[in-house]
């Protein structure tokens, strides 16, 4: 299907707005430039709303204001009707099928809002012989469903924003939905519920002309009802884990080149503190040395004078001045007794006394010159045996201080290394990013290890319900009149399961179909072949990204690379669901670098040689890179402007 | 007989300074032991320097036997004999006028050196004073 022309009544900006999506011969490429509030937004609504009856991406503000437009609501006179109209035609395998939606509005001047007055939706189509054909409401809703399914619709009208974090947002249980749904399993399911829900009844009724039976069948009920119940807790534990999951291969990719800053951290914490300590060490060694220059100083200076001094001493021993030799008592008796050692008297005032006295005195002088020289001897040797060791002692300190440095050298190395390791790095952030890791981690391996738990109880509750319903079979076989039940309760069992089978085979093969598909349009289109190795999708329905060294990439790659990614998911639903739709992307590279435009520029391109792509540009998205690559190629092209009173859109046709 | 040992009191700036330089750790030396190495490098630099205004700078009880020798030594060496020692006071004047102009030079080095680096060139003087005394 394509859309060959949207025509716009009265639909909120777009007073009266038509726009053709006639292609080219080999693109079927469709460009729209237009400033944000211009109406690009709301032409994805107007699809939409005319296909599925609401608008998904209305704003804020467009959700106060009436669908019908400003200009013609105000220039409405009382009591008018007004109708708001959109009208989609398509081409499908040169069949051509309008869908048209509408609403009429009664005008009261009095009031702000017009009032909804009725309700169209038509299609219109050729049948087999050509004839034109209509169909309204339920029936035109259930032809939509033929061509676009509202349930996956969002994998063909996109906001460009989302694009960006598809695979982010979109859980296995939406891609898993959207599988089902094209699968077109559904019908299959409704036989194995209903196949499920007769032989509950054939069960019931047995039960009713058995207790025995009745009693197995309750139990059994239980029992399923709680394998139902572990079921939906594994399933959504499920969804939790791949969350999580997700969000682990998610950090982890942003942490790959990021040291590990909080271990740094500590690691740094405890060099420092090694360092204080050493430093302090070296800082009282520095003093040691001080101390013992401050000594040496003034020891080494007065060294010429310790030398006189033990020279003084050593002649005044040799000439026995000293240890004094003189006996004071003698001298003190002779002046109390006057009477010398020889007998003879030593009168007062004589001369003998004088000559006493003198000697006395001068025994008194040497003796205090003999006791500080006395003194002297000892501190002497001292000092001598300090300015000795001087220079031993002061190159031990002085390499010890050495050693101190080097090693002081190499812990501010180390912690400099650390500091240039962390530098550059949001450290915050990075710690954030760690604590969330460590957090997802727990939440994974707590999931998977209620999953496991879940698991085994499913796998206990199967048995015991096998064993019922062995107990059942048993129950029935002994009475006659049940054996016909019996036949169709086994009947109902085995097709029940064929059926499940089917579905999970159909299901595994859509799958894989849809994996293979994205795998060969990405790296069809990728711009980097040999960075990836693989597109898969997992049992759980999760799409992963292989880098080239083989880890999981895809939180990690550039917003240009997600978003291919997500485009070739979308071609490749399309293809294998058959819905072969018109990809439609508003800002499709807004969150795009100047530098991945260009690639992304020629995807576009390319999809739109098998394609109908329309694309809802801001005029600053349109920057050089893409319109280099778009500008020749594009089938049309054309820009949205607001009039100035800015309730009308004008277009104006480039191309 | 003096109790205590004297600086000028236009000494006490330059003690300062070396306090606040804080070479060889000189803020955390006690009174003795700043004017014994005062004492060494006037004597070093045979300065003697008469005190103006005397003031009491600590006690000679405090000098200890090793400090008493060296003041000791020093009287000897400059009175040319033994005999000084018998005139306590005579003894410290000596040091105290050596300890006078010495602090001054001690002063005026630290102005001359780099800041920092006084410790560094008073171990090479040191050492050199080492190998000429061997």
């Known amino acids: 299907m394509r859309i060959e022309r949207i025509d716009l009544k009265n639909y909120r900006q777009f007073r009266s707005v038509c726009i053709?999506?006639?292609?080219?011969?080999?693109?079927?490429?469709?460009?729209?430039?237009?400033?944000?509030?211009?109406?690009?937004?709301?032409?994805?609504?107007?699809?939409?709303?005319?296909?599925?009856?609401?608008?998904?991406?209305?704003?804020?503000?467009?959700?106060?204001?009436?669908?019908?437009?400003?200009?013609?609501?105000?220039?409405?006179?009382?009591?008018?009707?007004?109708?708001?109209?959109?009208?989609?035609?398509?081409?499908?395998?040169?069949?051509?099928?309008?869908?048209?939606?509408?609403?009429?509005?009664?005008?009261?001047?009095d009031r702000k809002q017009p009032v909804l007055h009725d309700i169209n939706f038509t299609v219109t189509y050729l049948d087999d012989k050509k004839n034109a054909k209509w169909v309204i409401d339920e029936e035109a809703t259930a032809y939509v469903e033929r061509f676009v399914p509202r349930d996956i619709r969002e994998f063909f009208f996109f906001d460009g924003e989302r694009l960006d974090t598809y695979f982010k947002s979109a859980t296995g249980q939406q891609i898993s939905n959207a599988i089902f749904r094209i699968s077109q399993v559904d019908t299959l399911n409704r036989i194995s519920d209903r196949l499920e829900s007769v032989v509950n009844d054939l069960k019931r009724e047995a039960g009713k002309r058995s207790p025995q039976i009745e009693e197995i069948r309750e139990a059994i009920e239980d029992k399923e009802k709680k394998r139902k119940e572990v079921m939906e807790q594994i399933a959504e534990l499920g969804v939790q884990k791949e969350d999580a999951r997700r969000k682990i291969d998610e950090l982890n990719e942003k942490l790959r080149s990021i040291p590990n800053i909080e271990a740094l951290q500590a690691e740094q914490a405890k060099l420092r503190e090694t360092y204080k300590k050493k430093d302090q060490v070296r800082n009282e060694k520095v003093i040691d040395k001080q101390n013992l220059l401050f000594e040496l100083g003034i020891l080494l200076r007065l060294y010429p004078t310790l030398q006189v001094s033990s020279q003084v001493i050593s002649e005044k021993v040799k000439n026995?001045?000293?240890?004094?030799?003189?006996?004071?008592?003698?001298?003190?008796?002779?002046?109390?007794?006057?009477?010398?050692?020889?007998?003879?008297?030593?009168?007062?005032?004589?001369?003998?006394?004088?000559?006493?006295?003198?000697?006395?005195?001068?025994?008194?002088?040497?003796?205090?010159?003999?006791?500080?020289?006395?003194?002297?001897?000892?501190?002497?040797?001292?000092?001598?045996?300090?300015?000795?060791?001087?220079?031993?002692?002061?190159?031990?300190?002085?390499?010890?201080?050495?050693?101190?440095?080097?090693?002081?050298?190499?812990?501010?190395?180390?912690?400099?290394?650390?500091?240039?390791?962390?530098?550059?790095?949001?450290?915050?952030?990075?710690?954030?990013?760690?604590?969330?890791?460590?957090?997802?981690?727990?939440?994974?391996?707590?999931?998977?290890?209620?999953?496991?738990?879940?698991?085994?109880?499913?796998?206990?509750?199967?048995?015991?319900?096998?064993?019922?319903?062995?107990?059942?079979?048993?129950?029935?076989?002994?009475?006659?009149?049940?054996?016909?039940?019996?036949?169709?309760?086994?009947?109902?069992?085995?097709?029940?399961?064929?059926?499940?089978?089917?579905?999970?085979?159909?299901?595994?093969?859509?799958?894989?179909?849809?994996?293979?598909?994205?795998?060969?349009?990405?790296?069809?289109?990728?711009?980097?072949?040999?960075?990836?190795?693989?597109?898969?999708?997992?049992?759980?329905?999760?799409?992963?990204?292989?880098?080239?060294?083989?880890?999981?990439?895809?939180?990690?790659?550039?917003?240009?690379?997600?978003?291919?990614?997500?485009?070739?998911?979308?071609?490749?639903?399309?293809?294998?669901?058959?819905?072969?739709?018109?990809?439609?992307?508003?800002?499709?590279?807004?969150?795009?670098?100047?530098?991945?435009?260009?690639?992304?520029?020629?995807?576009?391109?390319?999809?739109?040689?098998?394609?109908?792509?329309?694309?809802?540009?801001?005029?600053?998205?349109?920057?050089?890179?893409?319109?280099?690559?778009?500008?020749?190629?594009?089938?049309?092209?054309?820009?949205?402007?607001?009039?100035?009173?800015?309730?009308?859109?004008?277009?104006?046709?480039?191309? | 007989m003096p109790d205590r040992l004297y600086i000028d009191k236009e000494d006490r700036p330059y003690y300062q300074k070396a306090e606040e330089e804080n070479i060889l750790n000189f803020k955390n030396k006690n009174q003795k032991e700043q004017f014994l190495l005062a004492m060494a490098i006037g004597f070093e630099n045979s300065q003697r320097r008469e005190l103006k205004t005397r003031e009491g700078f600590f006690f000679s009880d405090n000098l200890g036997s090793e400090g008493r020798t060296l003041i000791n030594a020093l009287a000897i060496r400059e009175h040319g004999s033994a005999d000084i020692l018998a005139d306590e006071k005579k003894v410290f004047d000596i040091a105290e006028q050596y300890a006078s102009a010495g602090i001054r030079i001690l002063a005026d080095s630290i102005d001359k050196v780099q800041f920092g680096k006084f410790d560094k060139m008073f171990e090479k003087d040191l050492v050199e004073m080492l190998n000429l005394s061997q």
């Open chain 1, 320 to 655: 026995k001045e000293i240890p004094q030799t003189y006996d004071t008592r003698l001298l003190d008796n002779i002046l109390i007794t006057r009477q010398c050692i020889c007998t003879r008297r030593v009168e007062e005032g004589s001369s003998e006394e004088k000559h006493i006295k003198q000697l006395r005195a001068d025994i008194a002088t040497s003796s205090v010159i003999a006791r500080e020289l006395l003194q002297m001897i000892s501190p002497i040797e001292q000092i001598k045996k300090k300015i000795s060791t001087f220079k031993s002692e002061l190159e031990r300190i002085t390499k010890e201080i050495q050693l101190y440095d080097e090693e002081l050298n190499d812990l501010n190395v180390k912690i400099q290394s650390i500091d240039s390791q962390i530098g550059g790095y949001n450290v915050e952030q990075v710690k954030q990013w760690y604590s969330e890791l460590k957090d997802y981690q727990r939440i994974y391996d707590f999931n998977i290890e209620r999953i496991t738990n879940l698991k085994l109880a499913k796998e206990r509750l199967d048995k015991e319900i096998a064993d019922l319903n062995q107990d059942l079979n048993k129950a029935l076989l002994k009475e006659a009149v049940f054996q016909e039940v019996r036949h169709q309760i086994a009947f109902g069992n085995r097709a029940s399961g064929v059926v499940n089978n089917v579905v999970k085979t159909m299901m595994d093969r859509v799958r894989k179909a849809i994996e293979n598909e994205t795998r060969d349009s990405f790296f069809n289109l990728v711009w980097k072949k040999e960075t990836f190795k693989d597109v898969y999708i997992d049992e759980n329905y999760a799409l992963h990204l292989i880098h080239g060294l083989g880890y999981e990439c895809l939180g990690s790659v550039s917003a240009s690379e997600r978003q291919l990614l997500a485009l070739s998911f979308v071609i490749a639903l399309h293809k294998v669901s058959g819905f072969d739709s018109p990809i439609l992307v508003d800002t499709p590279v807004a969150r795009v670098s100047n530098e991945q435009r260009e690639n992304l520029g020629k995807i576009f391109y390319q999809i739109s040689r098998n394609k109908q792509l329309i694309l809802l540009f801001l005029p600053t998205e349109y920057s050089v890179e893409i319109s280099r690559n778009l500008d020749t190629c594009a089938s049309s092209m054309r820009k949205l402007r607001l009039t100035k009173d800015e309730r009308e859109i004008q277009m104006e046709v480039i191309r």
């Open chain 1, 20 to 109: 053709d999506f006639g292609r080219s011969p080999k693109e079927d490429l469709h460009i729209l430039v237009a400033d944000n509030g211009t109406g690009k937004t709301n032409l994805l609504n107007a699809i939409n709303w005319c296909l599925y009856g609401n608008e998904p991406h209305l704003s804020k503000d467009s959700q106060q204001l009436p669908r019908l437009n400003l200009n013609t609501l105000v220039q409405a006179t009382e009591g008018t009707k007004e109708i708001v109209s959109v009208e989609l035609v398509t081409e499908t395998e040169g069949n051509r099928i309008t869908f048209k939606r509408s609403e009429e509005y009664l005008v009261h001047k």
